[in-house]
């Protein structure tokens, strides 16, 4: 009798206890899945570029096969010195060979432009560089409105550097407002080339009639 009663003891217990639950109640377990879910996230960068090509009017274009799932394109354009991210685009996914035009602003001269994609590994994959020479014309700037603005002669990519060698802006663009930027000399990268500017102290600069300070090292030369 009393054994009896211990097995059923024992049998309460198990059943009752928060280990004995079941299979559809275990929250770390899904009934048939099958861990499916978390592998239709892990997709590769395994993409291969069949043909790649830059056109005179500034389109990037290639095909590329054997994909493992949709990764967004990343095209990268080399910027003086550095890769720059100028254009995205989302991949098909599929095997199947798929055909990709993105468009970019070229600069003159040499350009270099290659493609990667990201997979779930954080490994980046990356396209061989392919290189394009523009026969447009060089860009040239100019500082315009009684030193608050920075004018192109034509749409480039542009990076501004301050005195202390910090980016201060970057983008596209014919022209950018200095307006707010303090006094001193500022580096710009721009048509894939280096060049700099001279920002001056401006009085009234909200006003009809602003006023350049003018450096007195540069008063003293005009004398």
Same mark, same amino acid.
């Given at each position: 009798?009393k054994r009896?009663?211990?097995?059923?003891?024992?049998?309460?217990?198990?059943?009752s206890s928060?280990?004995?639950?079941?299979?559809?109640?275990?929250?770390?377990?899904?009934?048939?899945?099958?861990?499916?879910?978390a592998k239709? #996230?892990?997709?590769?960068?395994?993409?291969?570029?069949?043909t790649?090509?830059?056109?005179?009017?500034?389109?990037?274009?290639?095909?590329?096969?054997?994909?493992?799932?949709?990764?967004?394109?990343?095209v990268?354009?080399?910027?003086?010195?550095?890769?720059?991210?100028?254009?995205?685009?989302?991949?098909v996914?599929?095997?199947?060979?798929?055909?990709?035009?993105?468009?970019?602003?070229?600069?003159?001269? #040499?350009?270099?432009?290659?493609?990667?994609?990201?997979?779930?590994?954080?490994?980046?994959?990356?396209?061989?560089?392919?290189?394009?020479?523009?026969?447009?014309?060089?860009?040239?700037?100019?500082?315009?409105?009684?030193?608050?603005?920075? #004018?192109?002669?034509?749409?480039?990519?542009?990076i501004?550097?301050?005195p202390?060698?910090?980016?201060?802006?970057q983008?596209?663009g014919?022209?950018?407002?200095?307006?707010?930027?303090?006094?001193g000399?500022?580096?710009?990268?721009?048509?894939?080339?280096?060049?700099?500017?001279?920002?001056?102290?401006?009085?009234?600069?909200?006003?009809?009639?602003?006023?350049?300070?003018t450096?007195?090292?540069?008063?003293?030369?005009?004398r």
């Amino acid at each position: 009798m009393k054994r009896a009663l211990y097995v059923l003891s024992f049998l309460a217990f198990v059943f009752s206890s928060p280990l004995a639950l079941n299979a559809g109640e275990d929250k770390n377990v899904k009934i048939g899945t099958k861990g499916s879910d978390a592998k239709a #996230e892990k997709i590769l960068a395994t993409f291969e570029i069949q043909t790649f090509k830059v056109s005179k009017d500034g389109m990037v274009s290639w095909t590329s096969k054997n994909e493992s799932g949709s990764l967004p394109y990343i095209v990268e354009q080399f910027i003086f010195d550095k890769w720059v991210t100028v254009a995205k685009i989302n991949g098909v996914g599929s095997p199947t060979p798929n055909s990709y035009s993105v468009p970019v602003i070229l600069n003159s001269g #040499e350009n270099k432009f290659r493609v990667k994609q990201k997979g779930y590994d954080k490994m980046s994959k990356f396209s061989d560089a392919i290189s394009y020479y523009s026969k447009k014309e060089a860009v040239t700037y100019s500082v315009k409105n009684k030193n608050q603005l920075l #004018e192109f002669s034509s749409d480039t990519y542009f990076i501004v550097y301050n005195p202390y060698g910090a980016i201060v802006k970057q983008g596209y663009g014919n022209s950018l407002n200095i307006s707010e930027y303090a006094k001193g000399y500022y580096c710009l990268v721009y048509d894939n080339k280096l060049g700099g500017f001279e920002k001056k102290k401006v009085f009234f600069k909200n006003s009809f009639c602003p006023i350049v300070a003018t450096p007195i090292h540069v008063s003293k030369k005009k004398r």
